[in-house]
C-alpha cells in the first residue's frame, strides 16, 4: 500500500491541505476525493456507455454516428495519417490503454501479484480456465463464416467495471480477493493481447515490423544503460507506433512492448531516501530565518532552493519510471481513454431488430460465454489447481468468493467491445456482439455484486 493511500497518511494530508489550501482548492475537493476513489473509473465508464446507448436510440443517432466519422490527420508534411475519429480512438488512444497494462503486467510479473510462481499458479489457472472454456461455447454456437471469427470476445475481462463493483462492496469484499481478481484479469489480459498479435494479423509487412523491432531493441539497451528520461522513451514509442502501424500487426501491441522496455528499478531505496530527505530539509530550516518575509509572503534563499531542487531529484530517484508512469497516466486512461472508447463504441440501436439480434447465434455464444462460461471455466480450473495441490486458497476466501470474482469476471465490455471491432466488418454481426456483451456484462456484474455481498 502506498504511504499517500494509508489512512493515517490521508488524514495528516488532508488537515495539512485544509489549513493552508485556498478556497478553489476547498471547492475541488470532493472532485478529487471522486477521481482517487476505486470505483470512480468504473462508474464514469458505465455513465459512458449509458450516454452512447442513448444517443445511439435517440434522433441524435446519425449525427452521433457521424461525429466518429470526421477525418483527423496528424504528422508533418510528406508524412500524414489521415484517419476517421475513430481510428484514433480505437488504434492511438487504445495504445495507450494497452501501454498502461503492460505497465500493470510487468510490475505484477516482478513486484506484485505475479511475482512467485506459487502466487501466481492460481490465477494463472483460473484465467485459463476463464479464457478456454467461454470460447469453447461460443465456437459450438458459431462453427463457420465471419461469426466464427468472434470466440475471442467472451475471453475477456474488463478489469476497471470488475474492480469497480468488487470496490462498491466495501469492506464486504476481503483484500485477497481483490489481489485474486487483479491478477487473473491482468493474466487474461495477457491472452486477449496473445490473441489479438496472433489471430487478428492478417498481414505483415516485414520492414516497417522490423523497424519497430529494432527500436524495441534501441529502448531495452537504453534500459539496461541506466537512461531514465521519460521524454526519449515517449519520442521513440511514437516511431515505434508508426512502424507497427505500417506492419499490419495492430498498434496495440505495440503499447504492451513499449511498457516492457520502461523502467521498473530506482535510483536510490527508501532508506537512502529518509535519510537523504531529512538532510535537505535541516539544511531548509537552518536557512529559514535567512529569506526575505513579509506578512503571509515569504522568499527562499538559493541555499533552500538548491535544498528543493536536490529533494526534487531524490523523490523522482526513489520511484521507478514506470511507477510514475502508471500513476499519471492511470486517471488519464480511467477518466478519458475509456469513456471515450464507451461513447464511441457502446451505442447499439434498440429498435425491432434487436430481438433478433439478442437470439442470433453471436450473441447467444457471447452471453452463455461470458455468463456461464467464464465463471465456470474460471472456478472450474482454479478448483482442479487446489485440489491437485499446486494452488492454495488466499486467507479469508472460500470458494463462494471465488464464484463471485468468476462472475465479476464475466464483464467483458471495454476488451471484449474491441475484440468486436477486430474481429468482424458485417455491421450487423458487429451489433448482435454489442448486444450480447452488454447483456452478459449486466448479468455477470449483478449476480456478482449479490453474491458477493451475501457472502
Known amino acids: 500500500m502506498r504511504l499517500k493511500h494509508h489512512p493515517s497518511m490521508q488524514n495528516i494530508i488532508s488537515r495539512l491541505r485544509q489549513h493552508h489550501a485556498p478556497p ?21 465508464l458505465l455513465l459512458a456507455a449509458v450516454l452512447a446507448l442513448v444517443l445511439a436510440n435517440s434522433p441524435l443517432n446519425h449525427a452521433f454516428e457521424r461525429v466518429w466519422e470526421t477525418h483527423l490527420f496528424i504528422g508533418i508534411p510528406g508524412f500524414l495519417i489521415d484517419k476517421s475519429l475513430h481510428f484514433w480512438i480505437n488504434d492511438a488512444l487504445m495504445a495507450v490503454f494497452f501501454f498502461v497494462v503492460g505497465l500493470e503486467i510487468k510490475r505484477s510479473l516482478f513486484l506484485g501479484e505475479l511475482a512467485s510462481l506459487r502466487q501466481a499458479t492460481l490465477p494463472i489457472f483460473a484465467a485459463l480456465g476463464g479464457m478456454i472454456v467461454p470460447a469453447t461455447m461460443y465456437l459450438l454456437l458459431n462453427t463457420e463464416g465471419e461469426a466464427a471469427r468472434g470466440w475471442g470476445i467472451p475471453m475477456s ?32 489480459d495477457i491472452g486477449a493481447i496473445i ?9 505483415i509487412n516485414w520492414t516497417n515490423l522490423g523497424v519497430g523491432l529494432a527500436l524495441l531493441a534501441l529502448l531495452i539497451a537504453l534500459n539496461r544503460l541506466g537512461v531514465r528520461n521519460v521524454l526519449v522513451y515517449f519520442l521513440v514509442s511514437i516511431v515505434i507506433w508508426v512502424s507497427f502501424f505500417g506492419s499490419g500487426i495492430h498498434t496495440t501491441v505495440s503499447g504492451v512492448l513499449i511498457a516492457m522496455t520502461i523502467p521498473l528499478r530506482v535510483r536510490i531505496n527508501p532508506e537512502q531516501f529518509v535519510a537523504q530527505g531529512r ?25 533552500q532552493r538548491a535544498a528543493i531542487k536536490e529533494l526534487e531529484i531524490a523523490s523522482k530517484e526513489v520511484e521507478s519510471p514506470l511507477q510514475r508512469l502508471e500513476h499519471f497516466l492511470h486517471p488519464w486512461v480511467a477518466f478519458f481513454i475509456m469513456p471515450i472508447f464507451a461513447l464511441s463504441n457502446a451505442g447499439v440501436p434498440l429498435s425491432a431488430g434487436f430481438v433478433g439480434a439478442l437470439g442470433s447465434p ?37 470458494w463462494v468468493h471465488i464464484t463471485g470474482a468468476a462472475l465479476l469476471g464475466g464483464i467483458g465490455f471495454t476488451m471484449s467491445i474491441f475484440i468486436t471491432g477486430l474481429a468482424f466488418t458485417e455491421p450487423d454481426l458487429v451489433v448482435q456482439a454489442k448486444t450480447g456483451i452488454l447483456i452478459a456484462s449486466l448479468l455477470t456484474g449483478g449476480a456478482g455484486y449479490l453474491l458477493l455481498r451475501r457472502a
Open 279 to 303: 538532510a535537505l530539509m535541516d539544511i531548509f530550516a537552518r536557512e529559514g530565518n535567512d529569506g526575505a518575509r513579509r506578512g503571509a509572503l515569504a522568499l527562499t534563499t538559493s541555499t
Open 195 to 203: 490473441v489479438i498479435a496472433i489471430f487478428f494479423t492478417e498481414t
Open 157 to 188: 475481462t474488463d478489469i476497471a467495471f470488475s474492480l469497480g463493483v468488487l470496490a462498491l462492496l466495501g469492506t464486504r469484499a476481503p483484500l485477497s480477493l481483490k489481489v485474486f481478481l487483479t491478477a487473473f484479469a491482468i493474466v487474461d
Open 24 to 44: 478553489r482548492d476547498r471547492l475541488l475537493r470532493p472532485v478529487h476525493r471522486f477521481i482517487h476513489a476505486e470505483a470512480a473509473g468504473g462508474i464514469v
Open 362 to 398: 453471436v450473441a447467444l455464444g457471447i452471453i452463455i460465454g461470458l455468463s456461464i462460461g467464464k465463471p465456470l471455466g474460471v472456478v472450474l480450473f482454479a478448483w482442479i489447481a487446489v485440489k491437485s495441490g499446486i494452488a492454495s486458497l488466499p486467507r479469508r476466501i472460500g
